[in-house]
């Protein structure tokens, strides 16, 4: 059975830091790219980055290039999302999702999702 | 950036009734589109993927069509458990713009 469980949300100040962790199992994990997709308080759902099945390629939205660093070890089943300089909307429900393929563009869509943990940046 | 337009953005209807909900891209995406189910506190749930591939598990009752820039969820006999907010996203290229959401509500 394919799990995805998210850790490392809270709370912190703007300007703040905080290290999103998924851990994967059920499936090979390598073989398969990862993506983290937010959802603000009452909003849609809003892409933020993905990963290639090996780590070698990384792509981020616009809204948080510069700032966030995806990143994943593959020894150890885990995605991660490094998260600096945090905004007051950067608060939402951030989720670990699996892609169907190794590759992240020209891509199918992402068959299973974690149950979300909560980022708020507020002082 | 691909944008994704879903119409409409809200719809209410009845158990039983046939259900289309519409996905436009600013540019060609050929088929790389994908339609989720979310509902309240839960997960996206991934229904559709390649535009017109039913998810393993996912009721035969949805189904989805189109290509290029033209795109459509279709749930053929809504059932109680369907009320949700629809979501289309495209893997075409990055970022993986979604759409804005249909939320489907009981009449």
């Known amino acids: 059975e394919v799990q995805l469980l998210e850790s490392g949300g809270g709370l912190v100040q703007p300007g703040g830091s905080l290290r999103l962790s998924c851990a994967a199992s059920g499936f090979t994990f390598s073989s398969y790219a990862m993506s983290w997709v937010r959802q603000a308080p009452g909003k849609g759902l809003e892409w933020v980055s993905a990963v290639s099945g090996s780590g070698g390629i990384s792509f981020y939205a616009d809204s948080v290039k510069g700032r966030f660093t995806i990143s994943r070890d593959n020894s150890k089943n885990t995605l991660y999302l490094q998260m600096d300089s945090l905004r007051a909307d950067d608060t939402a429900v951030y989720y670990c999702?699996?892609?169907?393929?190794?590759?992240?563009?020209?891509?199918?869509?992402?068959?299973?999702w974690g149950q979300g943990t909560l980022v708020t940046v507020s002082s | 950036d691909i944008q994704m337009t879903q119409s409409p953005s809200s719809l209410s209807a009845s158990v039983g009734d046939r259900v289309t909900i519409t996905c436009r891209a600013r540019q060609t995406i050929t088929n790389f589109l994908n339609w989720y189910q979310q509902k309240p506190g839960k997960a996206p749930k991934l229904l559709i993927y390649?535009?017109?591939s039913l998810q393993s598990g996912v009721p035969s009752r949805f189904s989805g069509s189109g290509s290029g820039t033209h795109f459509t969820l279709t749930i053929s006999s809504l059932q109680p458990e369907d009320f949700a907010t629809y979501y289309c996203q495209q893997t075409y290229n990055t970022p993986h713009t979604f759409g804005q959401g249909t939320k489907l509500e009981i009449k």
């Open positions: 999702a699996k892609s169907q393929d190794f590759v992240v563009v020209v891509a199918a869509g992402c068959d299973y």
């Open positions: 390649a535009a017109s």
